[in-house]
């Protein structure tokens, strides 16, 4: 029989491409997703690449009582993995309340109805964001976290922290939180990637937007950072490579070696590229002219950011794939099939 797997979130943009590796894995996928930042045609585009429509429970996890049906009428489950979460950084400043009441919430309640229906094994994703302004580089995931810059950045934090002492409180869970570095790309397909809700807050949809014509022209926050072209650094890495991560993650979870504790792991290539080079590179692989203007610093930004992955290489067996091009020429050709599918 599959394992079966609850994906929390696999609507959205990590969790659909995720969806696809468990399938191509022979997995089994329920999802929940409210679609507050989702659409349900990317069930479609899913069965399109996998041959197979997943299961989807339109249910908002902050519902503890929705939460819990969610596990009770669906057996047999095996492992959760938790994307279902808000992400736009600048939306959590404005809105801290709607922040820490949907992360959190919609987190806790996951766990307590997994307790509940005896469900023991949880992924849960993070974010590099726990790591503040790092002191040292490549950061490893020994190294201290700091409070985050923003409210978005917290909740990964205290999310990491109540599944920690939840997981020391139950010593029949099984724990691992991913932090993510920076994702981008989208499926090779051309058929799904990020939808981000009005404005993107990140660089490359912004890139990607502005070059097919739906903005004016992208703004780089700052070159006067201490990098070498004054613009700040980033491990990008490809949505695809990270959605493998998962697979090798529940594999790890479901093996005899996994310890106790709640396991961390970073998610990035280890190579750090800067906000111009991406620029570049992006006007380089497209053939596309990028209109861009230096403006002021952006709040919160750290100048640089780029990940230690042996922990990842060494214990999961994982390694990004792919590198920058790649990233940006999947970016590209998602940004052109929606443009067209929307003309359409
Ligand atoms: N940037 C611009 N112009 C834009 C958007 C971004 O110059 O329009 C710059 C930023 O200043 C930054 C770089 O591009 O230097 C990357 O910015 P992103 O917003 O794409 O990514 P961040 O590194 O700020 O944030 C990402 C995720 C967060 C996560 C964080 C962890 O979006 O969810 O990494 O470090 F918390």
Redesign the pocket.
């Known amino acids: 029989m599959k394992n079966r797997i609850i994906i929390t979130g696999g609507c959205g943009y990590i969790g659909s491409h995720t969806v696809i590796a468990l399938i191509e894995h022979d997995f089994e996928v329920i999802i929940i997703d409210d679609l507050s930042n989702s659409n349900e045609q990317v069930l479609e585009r899913i069965k399109k690449i996998t041959g197979v429509k997943p299961k989807l429970l339109n249910i908002d996890l902050k519902n503890s009582f929705l939460a819990e049906n969610a596990f009770r009428y669906n057996k047999d489950i095996d492992a959760v993995i938790h994307f279902a979460a808000h992400?736009a950084?600048s939306e959590s400043v404005q809105k801290p309340l709607m922040y820490y009441q949907n992360n959190l919430c919609a987190l806790v309640n996951t766990l307590m109805a997994m307790e509940k229906y005896n469900i023991n094994n949880f992924i849960f994703s993070s974010?590099?964001?726990v790591y503040g302004n790092p002191k040292t580089l490549p950061i490893k995931e020994s190294n201290e976290t700091q409070r985050?810059f923003s409210p978005?950045?917290n909740t990964?934090k205290m999310a990491e922290e109540i599944i920690d002492d939840v997981v020391k409180a139950n010593p029949n869970l099984r724990a691992i939180s991913l932090r993510y570095?920076?994702p981008i790309g989208a499926h090779q397909s051309g058929m799904i990637g990020e939808l981000p809700n009005g404005i993107?807050?990140?660089?490359?949809p912004?890139i990607t937007q502005t070059a097919i014509g739906k903005r004016d022209k992208?703004?780089?926050?700052?070159n006067d950072y201490p990098t070498k072209d004054g613009?700040?650094i980033?491990d990008y890495i490809h949505v695809v490579d990270l959605a493998e991560a998962h697979v090798l993650a529940l594999n790890r979870i479901f093996s005899k070696e996994k310890d106790h504790n709640l396991e961390i792991f970073n998610l990035g290539t280890g190579e750090g590229y800067s906000?111009l080079e991406v620029i570049e590179a992006f006007q380089k692989v497209t053939k596309q002219k990028l209109n861009y203007e230096i403006t002021e610093r952006?709040d919160g930004?750290v100048p640089k950011?780029y990940a230690n992955v042996d922990k990842a290489n060494d214990i999961l067996g994982w390694r990004a794939k792919m590198g920058l091009e790649d990233m940006i020429s999947h970016s590209w050709q998602w940004e052109e099939y929606y443009h067209l599918e929307k003309k359409n």
């Open positions: 992400k950084v974010s590099a964001t985050p978005y950045g990964k570095f920076n993107p807050n990140n660089l490359m912004y992208l703004m780089v926050f700052g613009t700040p980033r906000v952006r930004d950011l």
